[in-house]
């Protein structure tokens, strides 16, 4: 089996496992409950908000947990919306943005807010002057995610940021969900306000993310309830999934620092091999995008067809975004892109983790160029 | 010493069997199940089978239960989703004062929100009168919200009447659940339930895995935007895991319902007769006949809940005041307020104790002898 589907979700570290597992067995009390077995659940919770603190170099106070990487995006822009919107109610986003982005804020537009969608180049990236010119009175949030999951363009955070930071009345949020651990961020040094990371994009398991909220800003809550979180996200805290998101955020880390070279020479193999295709069009740009991630469009191939001929071969590559995936229609991403119907309607998504090998990348190769030798007749 | 958990209502040990049916889902069937290619499908098909299988537990579609990260987000979602689609029909919403903080505090937001809400009280069994709600009713009202079993008394509510008072009015019926989903029989459709809140958590399940069951005639809005996933209810990558552990612990208690309450009833009786036994002072707040088998609430007369709390604790006895989501400061209980009024000494007295998994006949009466115990000292020592 060749799993290339790592964007959608990653296979969860057996580690990761072990975490969830010893926790659920030994620590099962509602940290809440003030006798001792509660006490010492939130001794660990604690612990746990010190080392994901630690790892993304922010303070304890500024880790909410949450069960993933919609609800991280959810609380960050409707949790600033409601809370400033004395303030104003402009929000920037890209038109490249996930769609828990990109859909919380349209139905914040029904609530009265203005929303500017920044286009991106061909490229899938936003400009900076873009952003500036955009900023108004009234603005009080910008939205924009570190590594697109389509195409795995970078943005640039860190000119955005700085940009942001000359504007005290407004927030920076950033959707670090595909980047966490691939593409590195600063948090603090960037000026970044609030940041959503997902657990399962990293070998930690679904129904486990956090945003990072800056000290000092204020959350309309998503939940209303007991006053778990900091009073930013009601409900029973899912302890064993939290301890097992902390332990996949410590991993990645360490493989970013060992892997990082490795992973992007596997990109530079994949994209040479997919270039020596003559029916293939890399949508992925050359440079600054992450190593992770590359799409590419088979035009006059329909990608189920693809995907279909590969899973035969026990490969296992996706079109979009799964999010998006039921949409039959071409990718939003690619179209803002500038990408025409045909490419976009025919694109696909390769995405590898720290784990893939040359061997399956070579494997993937050879067996894409097969499916698309033997299905030309049949497609077109 | 060891520690007697007699604290279930806040959170429950999980199963092994449950721990077991998550593993191969972190394992071998991890993808993601709006993925088109096989890995996808399989977690697709366990994620279809494990909400038939729950939805069949309280009668209900399998199209008509949305998973949740837990029992708030499925009470917040009743609540403001109802709300928010259904204000073109009114703008009036009941509930009453001794609910749940996930419930109660999203009706104060929804009057925040322009909503009128009626609080209704509860008698001093805590319990609400049916009486009540038909009067409340207007041609505004939209939803009534009423908790099945309090969290903190354990009392069981009218929810069959109240559901046939509403069968004739536009109003959707939600109910808050979660004490009571695997313990009382639930049928949503005889019941004229539209909207029930359950979480995982409180049956030996997993935690940050609840669900909302939705009649397929309500209009719901979400909390959150995204995906289409829970046919889009609520988006985000659905916790195949959580869900598969969720199925498991409802189908370790499918049909044994009975078989819990006789045993927690069993439980709560030896507990009520150790503390008699023992000769010390104490009151049952609410009317035994009418709580639920797992939860008794307990005042001991002249005793002040927090010093009560801190001396079971270090005697090896793990209680609380309340609700855990309140417990952080022990204020007096909004319940026992409501049904005793703000000076009433039992309102300061009170403790809750809990049954289930980690209980044996013989834990629960080493539990009562060293209450008993404490009492009595602490008594002398006033």
Redesign the interface.
């Known amino acids: 089996m060749i799993?290339l589907?790592n964007s959608?979700?990653?296979?969860?570290h057996?580690e990761?496992?072990k975490s969830?597992?010893h926790v659920?067995?030994r620590f099962?009390?509602?940290p809440?409950?003030?006798?001792?077995?509660?006490g010492e659940a939130e001794q660990l919770l604690i612990a746990a908000k010190g080392q994901a603190a630690e790892l993304l170099d922010v303070q304890q106070s500024e880790v909410i947990f949450t069960?993933?990487?919609?609800?991280g995006?959810?609380l960050a822009i409707?949790g600033i919306a409601l809370q400033y919107r004395q303030r104003g109610k402009h929000i920037i986003i890209s038109e490249v943005e996930?769609?828990?982005v990109y859909?919380?804020c349209?139905?914040l537009e029904e609530l009265g807010f203005e929303i500017t969608y920044l286009p991106v180049n061909q490229d899938g990236k936003v400009s900076i002057n873009d952003v500036e010119a955009s900023i108004r009175e009234d603005t009080i949030l910008i939205s924009i995610m570190h590594v697109n999951n389509e195409t795995g363009t970078i943005q640039p955070i860190e000119a955005i940021g700085s940009i942001a930071r000359r504007y005290p009345k407004l927030f920076f949020h950033v959707d670090a969900v595909q980047g966490f651990g691939k593409v590195p961020l600063q948090i603090q040094n960037w000026g970044i306000d609030l940041c959503t990371i997902?657990g399962?994009k990293l070998h930690g398991?679904?129904?486990?993310g956090l945003l990072y909220v800056r000290d000092g800003i204020k959350l309309f809550p998503?939940?209303?309830?007991?006053?778990?979180e900091n009073g930013k996200r009601?409900?029973?805290?899912?302890?064993?999934?939290i301890i097992s998101l902390v332990k996949a955020m410590r991993l990645i880390k360490e493989r970013e620092m060992s892997d990082s070279d490795k992973l992007q020479a596997l990109g530079q193999a994949l994209r040479c091999g997919l270039d020596k295709l003559h029916t293939v069009r890399i949508n992925t740009p050359q440079n600054g995008a992450a190593p992770h991630i590359m799409n590419f469009s088979v035009p006059g191939f329909k990608p189920?067809v693809i995907?279909h001929a590969l899973?035969e071969k026990d490969i296992?590559?996706?079109?979009k975004s799964?999010?998006?995936?039921?949409r039959m229609n071409g990718s939003r991403i690619l179209e803002a892109a500038g990408l025409s119907e045909v490419l976009s309607r025919s694109a696909l998504r390769v995405s590898m983790s720290y784990d893939t090998t040359i061997d399956e990348v070579n494997a993937f190769l050879r067996a894409i160029e097969t499916a698309i030798y033997q299905l030309k007749d049949v497609m077109r | 010493m060891e520690t007697i958990y007699l604290d279930h209502a806040a959170t429950t040990p999980i199963d092994p069997a449950v721990i077991e049916a998550m593993l191969p889902l972190m394992s071998d069937v991890f993808g993601n199940p709006s993925s088109v290619h096989s890995y996808g499908r399989k977690a697709r098909q366990s994620l279809d089978e494990a909400r038939r299988t729950i939805a069949q537990r309280i009668h209900a579609h399998e199209k008509e239960v949305t998973f949740t990260s837990g029992g708030t987000e499925a009470d917040n979602l009743a609540l403001i989703g109802t709300a928010l689609a259904n204000k073109d029909r009114g703008k009036h919403i009941i509930t009453t004062v001794q609910e749940h903080h996930a419930t109660l505090h999203t009706a104060e937001y929804l009057e925040r929100e322009g909503f009128e809400v009626t609080y209704l009280p509860v008698d001093e069994n805590g319990v609400i009168k049916v009486e009540d709600v038909r009067e409340a009713l207007t041609a505004e009202t939209i939803l009534v919200s009423v908790m099945y079993v309090n969290n903190e008394t354990g009392t069981i509510q009218p929810i069959q009447e109240i559901g046939d008072l509403l069968k004739e009015h536009q109003a959707y019926f939600h109910t808050d659940a979660v004490q009571a989903f695997g313990l009382l029989e639930i049928d949503v459709k005889k019941m004229g339930i539209d909207l029930l809140t359950a979480t995982a958590h409180k049956i030996n399940g997993p935690k940050g895995i609840g669900l909302l069951y939705a009649g397929k005639h309500v209009k719901l809005q979400p909390l959150a935007y995204g995906g289409e996933q829970e046919r889009k209810r609520r988006p985000g990558t659905e916790n195949v895991a959580n869900v598969v552990g969720f199925q498991k612990a409802v189908e370790l208690r499918t049909n044994k319902e009975a078989e819990y309450r006789n045993l927690y009833q069993a439980y709560k009786e030896l507990f009520i007769q150790t503390l008699q036994e023992e000769g010390i002072a104490f009151e049952v707040n609410g009317k035994l006949e009418n709580t639920i088998p797992s939860i008794i609430n307990i005042s001991f007369p002249h005793m002040n809940v927090e010093s009560l709390l801190v001396n079971f604790d270090l005697n090896g006895v793990a209680a609380s005041s309340g609700s855990a989501c309140t417990a952080g400061s022990i204020e007096p209980s909004h319940v026992l307020v409501a049904m005793y009024g703000a000076n009433n000494e039992r309102t300061k007295n009170a403790v809750r104790f809990s049954f289930g998994s980690a209980n044996t006949k013989e834990n629960v009466k080493e539990a009562a002898e060293r209450v008993a115990g404490i009492v009595k000292r602490m008594m002398k020592n006033r």
Do not use: R
């Open positions: 799993y589907d959608a979700t990653t296979k969860p057996p990761v496992v969830f597992h659920s067995e099962f009390p509602n809440s409950s003030i006798h001792q077995l509660g069960s993933g990487g919609t609800e995006n959810n409707k996930h769609p828990s859909e919380a349209q139905s997902s399962h398991m679904k129904g486990t998503l939940f209303h309830g007991g006053q778990q009601a409900g029973t805290e899912n302890l064993p999934g189920e995907i899973g296992f590559i996706s079109t799964a999010c998006s995936s039921k």
